[in-house]
């Protein structure tokens, strides 16, 4: 998708701190991490949110959850929250679906 961050840091185009990479999803940390340990999940097939999933995505999104629940386990975290921000009133502002894995502090609820 032209000028989509997560598309170009999918495609080699942009750098990150890549820490998985499959044919389907692609993880990295977070620019501004907002715990020790704030990675994203992400899709390469450029998905706006999660208001774009179709029934042949349903196995996708299934692998982010799987994915995130590896990539917390490899890291040896004890505790970790999925967090997917859906539309720009629920605070989304990259619109290429992404799962938050947030860890390494207290995380609070209800969240803010
Ligand atoms: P959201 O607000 O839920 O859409 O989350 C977008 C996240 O992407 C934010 O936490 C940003 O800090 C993060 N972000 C934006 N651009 C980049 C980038 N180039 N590399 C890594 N993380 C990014
Ligand atoms: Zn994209």
């Known amino acids: ?36 340990t704030h990675i994203l999940i992400v899709p390469i097939k450029h998905l706006v949110s999660v208001d774009d999933v179709q029934a042949e995505d349903v196995q996708l999104m299934g ?26 009133e629920a605070g989304q502002s990259v619109f290429h679906l992404h799962v938050h894995l947030l860890s390494g502090r207290a995380l609070h609820w209800p969240p803010g």
Do not use: W
């Not at 185009?13 to 990479?21: C, D, G, K, Q, S």
């Not at 692998?63 to 967090?83: E, H, M, N, P, S």
């Open 63 to 88: 692998r982010l959850i799987a994915t995130a629940k590896d990539i917390a386990r490899d890291l040896g975290l004890r505790g970790y929250r999925l967090v997917i921000n859906t539309g720009r």
């Open 1 to 36: 998708m032209n000028n989509c961050p997560f598309c170009k840091i999918a495609a080699g185009e942009l750098p990150a701190a890549i820490v998985h990479r499959s044919p389907d999803v692609i993880a990295f940390r977070d620019i501004h991490p907002q715990a020790p």
